[in-house]
């Protein structure tokens, strides 16, 4: 084939004929195109000629028509660019249909699936920051003192009910003694805590010279382990069944330590007397490390009912329990001087 030349397009001949053979012996013959013209006169190479299928024969079953795609196709050249560029091509984001086998929200089971925030407008959530029902303890106390109902405490480790916030207590002259600062108790303990305070530290501050005007208050409730030893057991303190006391004031003044050395003796030992019959532990010097300027008392249950008191009275001439040596007698011989040692090296 000489250069320059272009190569026929294979086929076009071959489907005229075809057109023809369809059309029959009889039938008109269309004009050629002058494309075909063009191509009839050439010759085509045998090894480059493409075999055609052969024709249809009139028996076959007429073809059934297809049906055109709906969706326009993807155009390649945009997601060729969009990978290229080392992204992806956008596509539009759908809505989520939900699930077909859940129950309608009006079906049997909607109930289980509501939440507390979600409860049917007939059936309001129950308030959290509302607290029970008081108690019969909860409905007497205010007779004797001043108190606010609070929720239960449920923090996993620490745990109370009947819970109370003890702000003062009403004398029985009708004074009322603060507690500074307001105490968190059981309601039990609370109410044991007020007659104390009515019944024995009212008596005893008025021997002293003047009625009892506040209670001074080291802690109350305190989740946290005996002492603040870590591993030991929870305190009652974790319970809101105890009460750490450090002093009371006068109404003149005065303030009267409950291990101060310096108050009578006789009014000391009074207040721990009807310590030990009111509450079931009574700590305080004496007991340990841990209670020389304070008193702790608290409802602790026990088998058999078992107390403890231990709390020394004790006089200015105690120091922890240890006597001092007796006094150097008069007839005893003088002490002889020490040298003092030298601090200073040669």
Known sequence: MPSGSHAPKAGAGSRSEAAATRAGPGARQPAPSPHEKQVAGRSVPPDRAIPQPPTRPPEAPPRRETMARSTPP??????????RAGGEPRHEQTAALPPTDKASPGGPDAAKDLTKDQAPPDQPPQQADQPPPPSPCQLRLPD??????????????CTAEE?????????KDGRRVAVTPPATLRCPMAESFAHWIRDEVASVAQDLGAPV???TVDTS??????????GAKLSEHGHANAVDLRAFTLANGGVVGLTDKTVQREARERLREAARRRFTTVLGPGADGYHE???HVDLAERRSGYRICQWDVRDPTEVAGV???PERPVSAPPRVAKRAKSSSRD
Request: glycine fraction near 2%; aromatic fraction near 2%; charged fraction near 25%.
């Open 74 to 83: 993807k155009d390649v050249n945009v997601e060729t660019r969009a990978r």
């Open 144 to 157: 004797i003192a001043a108190i606010k109902i609070l929720l239960p405490i449920n923090n996993g480790t």
């Open 163 to 171: 819970v109370v916030r003890l702000d003062a207590v009403t004398a």
């Open 213 to 215: 005007k506040s209670v």
């Open 221 to 230: 409730f305190e989740c946290r382990p005996r002492n603040h030893i870590a």
């Open 293 to 295: 300027t304070h008193i």
């Open 323 to 325: 006597p001092l040596p």
